[in-house]
Structure formats: C-alpha cells, structure tokens
C-alpha cells in the first residue's frame, strides 16, 4: 500500500499540553500537508510544506518535514478542547510530467484533548 | 464565498443497486477529486478531473466512475452496489495551475449505506 502511517494512533493530553504527530511516508513527494477532521465530517487543510523545506509555523501549529528519513511531525501547542480531532497527514505526487492533486493519506492520529 | 456542496449528504441503498453523488467545486475552482473513507481502508483517492478531462484514477474497480461538467461540478456513480461500499465520499476541489500541487478545500461528505 502506497498509504502513509501516522504514530499514535491515538493520544489523549490534557488541556494546554502539546500535542505531537508524527508521519512516514513511502514515496518522493513535492509537499506535504496536514489535514484535520472532525468525527466524520469533511477535511480541513491546516498546513502546506515543500520538500525544499525542513520548518514551517502557522499560529500554534509547528511542522517539520525530513525528506531523507521520509518523515513528517505536527506539533500543536497550547492544545484546546476544540483542538480534538482526527488528523492526518497527505503527500502530494506528480503524475504526467505535471502536478496532480492526487494526495496519499496517512492513517490518522485521533487526539482528544480533555478539559 | 460559498464552499463545497455535496449532495445528498446521506443515503441508504441495497446491494446491486446503483448511486450516484454529486459535488459542486467552490466558483473557480476546476480541479475536483474524490476519495473513499472507510474504517478499514481509511482515505482512498478514487479519481481527479480538470478541465472536464479525468487527470488521474485510483485502484478502484470499474464500477466506480465519474465525470465532470463544463461549470466544473462533478459526479460519481457506483454500479452494482456491494456492502463494502459503504463509505464515506468525500470530494474535494482546488484552484490550484498544472504546476503545483497545493490545498485541497473538502465537502463535508456522502455518507453511503448499503445494506
């Protein structure tokens, strides 16, 4: 399977913890997003990463990108009871010469983060 | 700026039947995707469309199809029903160029059962 594994695959912290995730991935890739999910609803994309870059901030979000070990974490800072969710991570692939939005889904993390 | 409209959000269907699921892309957006979420599988990619023209497809069987109108919305049709069906349709569009891959904007879902 083409399919990314994301480590835990459940974690539950307190309020105002951090929350980390980690993703690995099979494949090259041109970027890598994080993705959130509440319980069966749609995805919501939070954060883009090139495979030129190694860091990247988004208000409490925090992802690193390690293209030689094919590894990706999430860190969410300062963690809210609305902050529980499922997330997952996605590498984008080229496909025809050209870009696809094709993205290879990791197998989720399930935070819950209690009050 | 209205977001992604998928339509119906939830169905009930019997094995053998057929179903179809339609999405509506946010205004300029012309690249749709689809993809299968299920408990055991998680987040499948099914196939994408660009321009009416379908740029990529998933390992799916050829019961799964779509296709995609000139005002960019899109359906897909499952035939012949099968209990492992039962899913999660999510669809997904994006402005993104050819030449780059970027952040998907998701629908909240077609919740399929099929008894």
């Known amino acids: 399977s083409q399919q990314g594994e994301e480590d835990p695959q459940a974690l539950s912290i307190q309020e105002g913890e951090n929350a980390t995730m980690n993703c690995s991935y099979k494949?090259?890739?041109?970027?890598l997003q994080w993705y959130r999910q509440n319980s069966g609803r749609g995805l919501v994309h939070l954060i883009l990463?090139?495979?030129?870059?190694r860091e990247k901030h988004s208000g409490r979000l925090r992802v690193t990108l390690d293209t030689s070990k094919k590894s990706s974490s999430l860190l969410i800072t300062a963690s809210r009871a609305a902050d529980t969710a499922s997330y997952f991570c996605?590498?984008?692939?080229?496909?025809?010469?050209?870009?696809?939005?094709?993205?290879?889904f990791g197998t989720g993390t399930l935070l819950a983060v209690q009050p | 700026k209205a977001g992604v409209t998928q339509t119906p959000r939830y169905l009930i269907k019997t094995r053998g039947q057929q179903v179809t699921l339609s999405c509506s892309p946010i205004?300029?957006?012309?690249?749709v995707s689809w993809y299968q979420q299920t408990p055991g599988q998680g987040l499948q990619f099914l196939f994408e469309?660009?321009?009416?023209?379908?740029?990529n497809k998933g390992n799916f069987p050829g019961r799964f199809s779509g296709r995609q109108f000139s005002n960019s919305r899109s359906e897909m049709n499952v035939s012949t029903l099968e209990l492992g069906d039962s899913a999660l349709y999510l669809c997904?569009?994006?402005?993104?160029?050819?030449?780059?891959?970027?952040?998907?904007?998701f629908g909240e879902g077609s919740r399929l059962t099929v008894l």
């Open positions: 990463i090139r495979s030129n870059e």
């Open positions: 494949t090259s890739i041109n970027n």
């Open positions: 205004s300029g957006h012309r690249s």
């Open positions: 469309y660009f321009s009416e023209t379908q740029r």
């Open positions: 996605a590498t984008g692939l080229n496909s025809y010469g050209g870009a696809t939005n094709k993205l290879i």
């Open positions: 997904a569009s994006s402005r993104n160029s050819p030449e780059y891959t970027g952040e998907l904007f």
